[in-house]
C-alpha cells in the first residue's frame, strides 16, 4: 500500500474556491500512475471530479466542467485540484486516488483517507 495524503479541505463560502493537495509517498508510484480526484457525498457513490494521466491527458466530470484545474508535479509527487465558483453541491469528501497498470505483472489502484470540504450556503 502506498500512501496518499490529502490536504486543503474545509468550510468554504458558495463562490468561493478551494484548492486540494495530495502527496503520495512514492515518487515512482505517482510518475507511472493517472492520478485522480474522486469525490463522496453523503448517501451518494463515489465519483470521479478529474483525472490527469501519465502523458498530461485529463478529464471532469460534467459537474465541474469550466470551474476546475487539476495539476500534476512529478518531480514533488504532488497533485493537485482547484475548484472555482464552488457550489453546495460540490459538498463531500475528496479522495486522491492513484491507478495503473503498468505492465503485466504490476497494478495497483490507491486512495487516500479522504479530505472533507463544504460548501455553505
Known amino acids: 500500500q502506498v500512501q496518499l495524503v490529502e490536504s486543503g479541505g474545509g468550510l468554504v463560502q458558495t463562490g468561493g474556491s478551494v484548492r486540494l493537495s495530495c502527496e503520495a509517498a512514492?515518487?515512482?508510484?505517482?510518475?507511472?500512475?493517472?492520478m485522480g480526484w474522486y469525490r463522496q457525498a453523503p448517501g451518494e457513490p463515489r465519483e470521479l471530479v478529474a483525472r490527469?494521466?501519465?502523458?498530461?491527458?485529463?478529464n471532469f466530470a460534467d459537474s465541474v466542467k469550466g470551474r476546475i484545474a487539476i495539476s500534476r508535479d512529478n518531480a514533488e509527487a504532488t497533485l493537485s485540484l482547484q475548484i472555482d465558483k464552488l457550489k453546495p453541491e460540490d459538498t463531500a469528501v475528496y479522495y486522491c486516488?492513484?491507478?495503473?497498470?503498468?505492465?503485466?505483472?504490476?497494478?495497483?489502484?490507491?486512495w487516500g483517507q479522504g479530505t472533507q470540504v463544504t460548501v455553505s450556503s
Open positions: 490527469v494521466t501519465v502523458d498530461g491527458r485529463t
Open positions: 486516488n492513484a491507478k495503473s497498470s503498468p505492465d503485466r505483472f504490476e497494478s495497483w489502484d490507491y
Open positions: 512514492s515518487g515512482r508510484i505517482f510518475s507511472l500512475s493517472t
